[in-house]
């Protein structure tokens, strides 16, 4: 939650950790651009079916 209400630059984000769609789009909506986003691991596909 440290980077709520702020623009990143560059980011890491472990997307497997997300329990909505809702937070996955938040997660990912924090990095200002596709080149600065890192991904460690992505969401399970039944989340989508939500």
């Keep these: 939650y440290k980077s ?3 623009g990143l630059t560059h ?3 472990d997307l497997s950790s ?3 769609k809702q ?3 938040v997660m990912l909506s924090r ?3 596709l080149e600065g ?3 460690l ?3 399970p596909s039944n ?3 939500q």
Excluded: D, H, P, T
Aim: with cysteine; glycine share 12%; net charge positive.
């Design 4 to 6: 709520q209400g702020r």
């Design 11 to 13: 980011a890491i984000a």
């Design 18 to 20: 997300c329990g909505s």
């Design 23 to 25: 937070s996955i789009y």
């Design 31 to 33: 990095v200002k651009s």
């Design 37 to 39: 986003l890192g991904v």
């Design 41 to 43: 691991k992505w969401f």
């Design 47 to 49: 989340i989508l079916e």
